[in-house]
């Protein structure tokens, strides 16, 4: 794919806006002069990720991820970093020029994830026009849409389509355009054996499953004929890029609203979303037709804590869906839920009503959790002792998922209501289980195994004999370097102020100090090469880096870890930064030259060692090393 021009990437860097752009992905809040929200990278109840507009980053201090709007779509999307680019400049409406399609053999060479990713896109735009532009999508496809009452706003908005009948329509035309044949059988769309391709989705109308992004993972196919021996709905299978229990169907067209209205309601099926979306509800979403994950809970609660789940009157489907949802309760999720009448489920209930009858329903049937699973078990178990028992203790273990006590107090009191029993009974059967939860957890305490040291993946960032010296150099030269360096008793109008990353690397070359850690002696190095052109990078520059590992060292070093309270106003008078940088970019450019001293005597014990080794060059050598590492001690004695 041709590389995207300077140019384009510098305007990409210059109009984006960080929060704009992770807001798309996670409820942001405002936290001072920052944004924060629960982490996208994992799962966690106290929020730790922040985003700071200002210096355009982003830090996840619960997973250790970091960067900029680039970066963050790469760490969450899986995209490339051209990917990455180009999504940023489709939402910011920059023009890029037109690359020429990969090759089989640049496809083959590349990423297979890449590859599948290309071929499901191809895949997606192939149904849709098949759909759209032929005798046979129209005459099938287009009429079993608009016979359920779907237009083609909605029939466009969600890129619906049609799987010829013929049983290798799409690998035929896969193979025919030299798309990679291995890419189109990792993906699931087209399969072969002895007797050659054949396609999955064949005679099925498409609902491609899109990512938080945008991106096609997979897709979701209705037969439309009367056959008793294929499924009514088949899925992807699990490939490089689409994980079932990671998705959630209409989330990429959802998130906005789920955000704005801080709700998202939960259905099971396809056509269900699609009816809630052209009526008028549009912070619906489906677990496509599978069980509720973890994970797929995780992706909805970074854009909302509150969860509404809709079901049709299938008493079984009721009962299933209870573990579900007690997995919400552990995650700190407010669950309500809302049935439909008998008969009746979300996708008819919502094409027979307006948009302000169904808004009116949905508020005035929903139910908290407890309440709803009480009363629904009630109904069961009404003369049977031992199952009223039972279903007490069912109820009870619901509650005690809930992760806060004052819930847990609310919730019992509302089940022992509903129940018609005394509450202590609730609080007694509360008590044991939070007994054995808490035996449990000492148990798989006792029994884990030791923790082992583990060596770290990243060659760059092994920790050796005087990294911290070397990330703080970094780290001032990153997000102190285009300040003037000036010893507090001199006036900038009165001398030629030089830039701290000037001043630094003239100390460092001058005694030829080299970085150990591979990613500092690559950020120096380039930063030396600046310099030589006479420019002094500043932090806009360092976080447009192309480089994760560039970009990771950036913004640890523009993160403020630590806020000052506001001690002006208790008239209490800090120095000012002006007055303490010279000192701190003294000492700490001291130490890396003490650091580099010690380099040089351990070098020499190591050389004494040998079998041919000249101890009178040995003495000379150490006398000059000896002599340098006490002078450098005397002068961070009247540092410090």
């Given at each position: 794919?041709?590389?995207?021009?300077?140019?384009?990437?510098?305007?990409?860097?210059?109009?984006?806006?960080?929060?704009?752009?992770?807001?798309?992905?996670?409820?942001?809040?405002?936290?001072?002069?920052?944004?924060?929200?629960?982490?996208?990278?994992?799962?966690?109840?106290?929020?730790?990720?922040?985003?700071?507009?200002?210096?355009?980053?982003?830090?996840?201090?619960?997973?250790?991820?970091?960067?900029?709007?680039?970066?963050?779509?790469?760490?969450?999307?899986?995209?490339?970093?051209?990917?990455?680019?180009?999504?940023?400049?489709?939402?910011?409406?920059?023009?890029?020029?037109?690359?020429?399609?990969?090759?089989?053999?640049?496809?083959?060479?590349?990423?297979?994830?890449?590859?599948?990713?290309?071929?499901?896109?191809?895949?997606?735009?192939?149904?849709?026009?098949?759909?759209?532009?032929?005798?046979?999508?129209?005459?099938?496809?287009?009429?079993?849409?608009?016979?359920?009452?779907?237009?083609?706003?909605?029939?466009?908005?969600?890129?619906?389509?049609?799987?010829?009948?013929?049983?290798?329509?799409?690998?035929?035309?896969?193979?025919?355009?030299?798309?990679?044949?291995?890419?189109?059988?990792?993906?699931?769309?087209?399969?072969?054996?002895?007797?050659?391709?054949y396609d999955r989705f064949r005679g099925r109308v498409m609902f491609p499953i899109q990512s938080v992004s945008g991106r096609v993972l997979g897709f979701g196919g209705r037969i439309l004929s009367n056959s008793a021996k294929a499924a009514k709905y088949l899925n992807s299978p699990e490939n490089p890029i689409y994980h079932k229990s990671?998705?959630?169907?209409?989330?990429?067209?959802?998130?906005?609203?789920?955000?704005?209205?801080?709700?998202?309601?939960?259905?099971?099926?396809?056509?269900?979303?699609?009816?809630?979306?052209?009526?008028?509800?549009?912070?619906?979403?489906?677990?496509?037709?599978?069980?509720?994950?973890?994970?797929?809970?995780?992706?909805?609660?970074?854009?909302?804590?509150?969860?509404?789940?809709?079901?049709?009157?299938?008493?079984?489907?009721?009962?299933?869906?209870?573990?579900?949802?007690?997995?919400?309760?552990?995650?700190?999720?407010?669950?309500?839920?809302?049935?439909?009448?008998?008969?009746?489920?979300?996708?008819?209930?919502?094409?027979?009503?307006?948009?302000?009858?169904?808004?009116?329903?949905?508020?005035?049937?929903?139910?908290?959790?407890?309440?709803?699973?009480?009363?629904?078990?009630?109904?069961?178990?009404?003369?049977?002792?031992?199952?009223?028992?039972?279903?007490?203790?069912?109820?009870?273990?619901?509650?005690?998922?809930?992760?806060?006590?004052?819930?847990?107090?609310?919730?019992?009191?509302?089940?022992?209501?509903?129940?018609?029993?005394?509450?202590?009974?609730?609080?007694?059967?509360?008590?044991?289980?939070?007994?054995?939860?808490?035996?449990?957890?000492?148990?798989?305490?006792?029994?884990?195994?030791?923790?082992?040291?583990?060596?770290?993946?990243?060659?760059?960032?092994?920790?050796?004999?005087?990294?911290?010296?070397?990330?703080?150099?970094?780290?001032?030269?990153?997000?102190?370097?285009?300040?003037?360096?000036?010893?507090?008793?001199?006036?900038?109008?009165?001398?030629?102020?030089?830039?701290?990353?000037?001043?630094?690397?003239?100390?460092?070359?001058?005694?030829?100090?080299?970085?150990?850690?591979?990613?500092?002696?690559?950020?120096?190095?380039?930063?030396?090469?600046?310099?030589?052109?006479?420019?002094?990078?500043?932090?806009?520059?360092?976080?447009?880096?192309?480089?994760?590992?560039?970009?990771?060292?950036?913004?640890?070093?523009?993160?403020?870890?630590?806020?000052?309270?506001?001690?002006?106003?208790?008239?209490?008078?800090?120095?000012?930064?002006?007055?303490?940088?010279?000192?701190?970019?003294?000492?700490?450019?001291?130490?890396?030259?003490?650091?580099?001293?010690?380099?040089?005597?351990?070098?020499?014990?190591?050389?004494?060692?040998?079998?041919?080794?000249?101890?009178?060059?040995?003495?000379?050598?150490?006398?000059?090393?000896?002599?340098?590492?006490?002078?450098?001690?005397?002068?961070?004695?009247?540092?410090?």
């Amino acid at each position: 794919m041709a590389r995207i021009p300077k140019e384009i990437i510098e305007q990409i860097f210059t109009t984006t806006r960080i929060e704009e752009v992770i807001g798309e992905f996670v409820q942001l809040k405002k936290s001072g002069s920052n944004l924060k929200g629960l982490s996208p990278f994992n799962n966690e109840k106290t929020p730790s990720f922040m985003v700071s507009p200002a210096k355009g980053i982003f830090k996840c201090f619960s997973s250790g991820k970091g960067g900029n709007a680039v970066t963050f779509l790469m760490e969450l999307e899986q995209m490339s970093y051209p990917e990455a680019l180009r999504w940023l400049a489709k939402k910011y409406n920059i023009e890029i020029p037109e690359a020429r399609p990969q090759t089989a053999e640049e496809i083959e060479a590349g990423n297979m994830r890449e590859a599948v990713y290309l071929i499901t896109d191809v895949a997606a735009k192939f149904y849709k026009e098949q759909m759209l532009e032929t005798d046979e999508g129209k005459a099938i496809g287009v009429s079993y849409f608009k016979e359920r009452g779907f237009n083609d706003e909605t029939i466009n908005k969600f890129h619906l389509g049609y799987s010829p009948e013929a049983s290798t329509a799409f690998a035929d035309y896969a193979i025919a355009n030299q798309y990679s044949e291995k890419a189109l059988q990792e993906s699931g769309i087209s399969m072969k054996n002895e007797r050659g391709w054949y396609d999955r989705f064949r005679g099925r109308v498409m609902f491609p499953i899109q990512s938080v992004s945008g991106r096609v993972l997979g897709f979701g196919g209705r037969i439309l004929s009367n056959s008793a021996k294929a499924a009514k709905y088949l899925n992807s299978p699990e490939n490089p890029i689409y994980h079932k229990s990671k998705v959630l169907y209409g989330l990429y067209q959802a998130r906005q609203e789920i955000m704005k209205r801080d709700e998202a309601f939960l259905v099971e099926g396809y056509t269900d979303v699609l009816s809630f979306y052209q009526n008028g509800v549009r912070n619906v979403v489906s677990s496509s037709g599978t069980a509720l994950t973890g994970g797929q809970i995780g992706m909805l609660k970074r854009y909302t804590t509150n969860i509404t789940l809709l079901f049709d009157g299938d008493a079984a489907g009721l009962r299933a869906s209870f573990r579900g949802l007690d997995m919400m309760l552990e995650q700190g999720v407010n669950v309500r839920v809302v049935s439909f009448p008998e008969g009746e489920d979300p996708d008819s209930f919502a094409k027979q009503r307006t948009n302000e009858e169904l808004e009116a329903f949905l508020k005035s049937s929903k139910k908290d959790f407890i309440s709803f699973k009480t009363s629904v078990l009630k109904d069961d178990v009404a003369g049977d002792p031992l199952k009223f028992a039972e279903m007490v203790r069912d109820v009870v273990s619901s509650i005690s998922k809930v992760p806060d006590q004052i819930g847990r107090e609310v919730f019992i009191k509302e089940a022992a209501f509903i129940l018609e029993i005394d509450p202590t009974a609730l609080y007694e059967e509360l008590g044991r289980l939070q007994g054995i939860q808490q035996r449990q957890q000492k148990k798989r305490q006792s029994v884990a195994p030791p923790m082992e040291v583990v060596q770290s993946n990243d060659a760059g960032m092994v920790k050796i004999h005087g990294f911290e010296q070397e990330e703080r150099i970094i780290h001032l030269l990153v997000a102190k370097g285009t300040e003037a360096m000036l010893d507090t008793d001199l006036d900038e109008e009165e001398v030629i102020p030089v830039s701290i990353a000037t001043w630094i690397v003239d100390e460092i070359e001058e005694d030829q100090i080299e970085f150990a850690t591979p990613i500092f002696s690559k950020m120096y190095n380039i930063l030396a090469d600046e310099l030589e052109k006479e420019h002094v990078p500043d932090t806009d520059w360092w976080i447009r880096q192309e480089d994760p590992e560039i970009i990771k060292v950036v913004t640890e070093a523009l993160t403020e870890k630590y806020t000052l309270a506001n001690w002006k106003s208790k008239e209490i008078y800090l120095p000012d930064e002006k007055n303490t940088i010279f000192p701190l970019v003294n000492e700490t450019t001291l130490r890396m030259k003490y650091v580099h001293v010690e380099r040089k005597l351990n070098a020499l014990k190591d050389y004494l060692s040998m079998e041919n080794a000249d101890y009178n060059y040995y003495m000379v050598q150490f006398q000059k090393w000896n002599n340098a590492r006490q002078h450098i001690n005397e002068k961070l004695n009247r540092v410090v």
